[in-house]
Each structure stands twice: as C-alpha cells, then as structure tokens.
C-alpha cells in the first residue's frame, strides 16, 4: 500500500551564508513504525543531498499516522576544512500534514521520544505541525508573490492565472503607477477621474480598482499580497510556533514525571510551567497560565529567582519562588513588618561595644549587607523599633546572614526576640566552614520560644527565625536583634530584618521609615472558567490533587492550613485543610448543609515546620462519599454526606487564608474518580 507522506525544505546553511560542503542531510526514525496495521515502515536511514544554496526538498513518511509515536532524527554529513566527514546533530521533528513545511520551523519545536505517558504531548506536537505547515506554506507563497512584484517593478507580474486576458490587465494595471494608494475606495472615488487605477488595502491584500462611472469598481484577478503584512503574518507565526514549543515540552515533561495528570480536566505543573485543559477523558489542549489560574494581591511583594537575587513582583503579578532550589508558585498571607528600617542596621539602637559598617551588596539590588562588630564587651545588642505585643501574641523575627563575610561563630552571637531590656527570647548562631545553624535556643521570664529555624538560601545565604510568645500577663514592646556573646572581637554579617505576628516567617517585606504590609495573596480557578471546561456541568466524581511545601506551625485551630476551598451560600462546599485542633488532615464536602469527610490522623504524615512537603489526592463522588490520600496512603472516608455539591460555577481557591507560606509545584483536577490505587499513585 502506499504511505503518507509530508514535503519537507530547506534550506540547509552554514552560519556565514556558506553551503556546507557536500551536505548530505540524514533523516533516521528512532524505531520502525506502522501506518494503517499494514504498512512497515523501517527507520531508515533516508539521505538527502543538499543542493545551490543549501536548498533541498524530500517527501518523507509522516510519522503522526504511525502506531508507535517514531519520529525522525535529523543529521547533517558535511566535509570540514580539514578534509574529514563531520556529522552534526540538529535534532528530533515529528510530521503532519502533507507540506511543504521547512526544517527550520519543525526544529523550532523540540520533540522528544514519545513514550507511553506522553499521548498529550504527541498529540499537541501533530496539531501544531499541522498548523505550522499550512502557515508556513502559505506565507512562503506570499511573501516569493510579493518578492517578484517588487523586483520586476510590474505590479501585473504577481496575478495568478495567467489567463489570455493578461496583457490587457497589465496594461491597465501599470496606469496605477501615477494614481496609487488610497486608505479607502471612498477616498479614490473622490479624488480621481474615469477610468483612472488606483489601489487599497484589503487585510493582507494589495486590491486594484478602476473608476468607472464615478464608483471604483475592483479589477477581476487583481489581488496581491502585501509583502509587509505576510512579513507581520511570518513574524506571528513564527513567535506562535515558538511558544506552542515551549507549552509542549513542558506538557511532556510534566507527564513524563506524572503519567496519571494526562487523565486531568484541568493541568497546572508551576515547575515545568506546563498547563492544559480537557474534560472527562483527560487532557486537550496546552494553554498558558492565565488561561487557568486568576491571582489578586493588593500589593507588591518580594520572590528569589533562580539566581539566588530578591526580586519584586507588582500588584496581582504572581510569584515563582526559588527558595527550596525549585521552582513553584507562591501563596501566602498577608503581614505586616514591624522593623521601620529592615535594611539600614544605621537607624537602629546600637550599644557602645558594637559597630555596624556597610559590607557587600545583598541579594536586594540597591542595598547593602550591614557588617556588625563587637570589640568584645559582652552583652551588647544592636537591635530594631519596637511592636507592642499583647499578652498572649506571637511575634516572628527574622535576620539574613551571609556566612561569606562573617567570622567563625559558636555562640559569638544570638539572634534575639522580646523586650529591649532584659527579658527575650534567644538563638545561638553557629557559622562552621560556610554553614550555619542555631546551637542554643531557649526563652526568658516573659517570653517563651514558639518556633525557630534556619532556611538555606544556598551560596552562603542562610534566613534564621526566632518566634516568641508574650507570657508575661501585660502588654510588652518586642523588638528583633543581634546580640553579642563573647570576649573577642567577631563580626557577622546581617540584612534584611523582619519583625511580625504568627509563629512562621514569611516572605522578606523591605521597609524604609516606617512599618510595610503586604497584602494576602489569592490563587484561584474562577467559576466561569471552570464552569467553561466542565461543560456548564458537575460531574458526577470530581478528584483534587496539589503538591508542594508549606510553611506551618499547629496552633490549634479548626483551620490552621488550608489546601483547597470550593464553597457557595447554602451549605455547599469542598474543604481540603489541616486541622490543628484535632490534629487531622481533612477531607470534607458538604451538600445542603449535610457533610461527608475523609480524616487522616498525625495530619497525614504532612510535618509541621518551614518548607514541609505535602501531596494530596481527595475525591468527592455523587453518592456522598469522600476519599482521600496523602504520600501514597489511602485515606477512607468517616462520614457520609447525602451528595455532591454542584460548584461548577464556583470560584475554586488554592492556599487560601488562613495558610501562611504555600509553594506550590503541582495541581490538578480530575472530572471523575481516578481510584484508590490512583490516588495513592499520584501522591507517592
């Protein structure tokens, strides 16, 4: 039987415009194939000799009707200076359609090969061939239409048809020479006389008219195309085809890691920035992140890049952090920070035995790391402005240090939480060979240490913590500060203080003058999207999954973290959340006010501290039942609602408040209950 094939062209060049040296293009496909169980089609290889110009044309098979996803590795032979045969890796392409489509624009896309998970990727890879190919096409034709006008000078030159009636055309045509453009017909029709020629712009066509009886009337077979419109047109394509690269070689890598998120409604991997949406079956189409996810905040607030440097991001922009070496997306609570100069140790107080002197810049352009030294009178303290805590409150500080400019450190000196006279809250620091940690923590008479940590930032940079709660019975002044223990002269090198309520750190808020707050940040699905990709329908199952690391501390409450809130007046809702007052992570939804819940015992093995990973399947089904997961283990349900909320239409929100720090690298939602056995699959 004969085999689909798809024309592929050149040309082939060297970087100087040069023709490589008896260029001898390989194209190999990386396993034997069948198209319509009959035809085998062995990998080759298929050589393809480089003509003038590096120009060439091949018709080869075209892979995405095969069976087993082959595609086409592609070489090119050539003769160096030296006499020897080089070959020269250019990459992998996948065909579709029937051409001509151009080497360079199929390379544009990276195509790894298809394996079992990467069904999507595949897919997405054949229809955007598709669309290159007609694209390319047909702007090539163009634009060699447009090219011949220009070098003729001949506006008739450029007709298709070549019919008898030519000559004549012609000869009308180059009247337009001395009448021209006109933006409209109108314009024309006011300006010429009869039988005058003249020409507009008609999208990306160049239209010829004549006037005939005071209208101008179009002339048959004269339509050209506007060679600065099919280079806008090219431009776009080009930039469109780059990016739908992009969107697939996340998508195949996301799936690559995951295998079961192709069975997804709805894709959101924040790592791989892959997104995609489909419906019950699985996934689609690959779509950017604002197609999906809606993010408010009404402030700026800060984020680290990959590069280690603090960077801002403005009101509503979301945040990709780097903080734990990867990247995810960023939701937190909005806080207040309390130090009035959090980067400028100048503006606070500073005992006599201690000196503060501006080191390196930091990792926030514009400032500087601040070098404190001690001539080794002990107990001297360099510290912030002061909040007033209320009995019972927790206030969390927070300092940068930067283990590159600071001595060795045992205990030389504390990082302090409390009052500024003798009562606090204090933390050992301990610097060993770049490394830092915390070697002594402990409270005073009036405040009791909650929390404390050290985050490694990486390249020397550490974030140490301090939470203190106020038990004095009054109302105290806190402050964060440095304070010296030693005989000796040391230094250390800080920046970047924060003082504010709760028991966790959250993301650096610089200050300059006065205290600075940052607003909470919401991540949310709107129900009109979601309404959109559903069908306007519930489904009878629904599964949520997320993967990340969150910030916590138990305190205690019916919410202290939560993971998913998807809730309506009425008593209709879907809550994933930990519970700190019964220690559970909970599954729960609510029809009509009836609840049905899934409770996982020691908060699902999700362990309480700064940067704890999580992973989380639920699924809320028809009947009323609720099924959940976490790391791999099953979680059954412990009580039974009456049925399933219909939220389709519902604002879905991810890390909503309460939660304090969330970073997430994974979501998805399922239009049906993808099983225990997925479940557990999924969040291992």
Known sequence: MAITTTTVVGPVVLPDGSMPRHGVLRFTLTQWDKEAGEAVVAPGPVLVSLGEDGEFSVDLWTSDVGEFGAVYAVDLDQISVASARTRLSLGRIALSG?????????????????????????????QSAAQLSAEVARTERAIAEAAATAAEGDAASAQAGGDTASTALTATLLAAASQGYFA??????????????????????MVYHQIVGGAGVEILGARFQNSEAVAAIAADAQASVAAEGERMMAISCALAEQPLLARAAILGDFQWQAFAIGDQTGLKRA????????????????????????QTADVDEPRYDWTGGKKERLVELGTTNRVAYSADLSQWAVGSGIGVASGDPSPKSGDTWWLVTTDGTSSQRVFSSSVAALDGEVYTGSIFVDTGQSDEQDGDFRLYVGSSGSYRTVANITISGGDLSLSYVGGGLEFEVVNSGVIDLGRGIYRIFLSAKNISGATRDVVVGIWENTDVTKTIAVWGAQLEAGSIPTSYFPTNGAPATRANDEMRILGSKISEILGGVMPGDVTLYLRGTVDWADDDASVTVRFFRWTESGGNLMNVMLRGSTDRLLF????????????????????????????????????????????????????LSTGLPDLHATDLLIGSVPTQVMRIKEFALFATDIGDIRRGEITS
């Open 98 to 126: 029937d051409g001509p489509v151009a080497l360079e624009a199929l390379l544009a896309q990276p195509v790894a090969a298809p394996t079992a998970p990467d069904v999507l990727a595949q897919a997405l890879s054949a």
């Open 184 to 205: 409209t017909v109108a314009d024309a029709e006011a300006a010429l006389a009869e039988d005058d020629v003249f020409w507009v712009i008609d999208g990306t066509e």
């Open 287 to 310: 779509v950017d992140s604002a197609d999906i996810f809606t993010h408010t905040r009404a402030s700026p607030a800060s984020y680290w890049d990959s590069f280690g440097a603090l």
């Open 588 to 639: 729960e939804h609510a029809y009509d006010g009836n609840y049905g819940s899934a409770q996982g015992a020691d908060f699902g093995g999700i362990v309480e501290g700064v940067g704890a990973e999580f992973s989380i399947a639920s699924t809320h089904r028809s009947d009323g039942s609720v099924s959940g997961a976490s790391f791999g283990d099953t979680i059954a349900e412990t009580s």
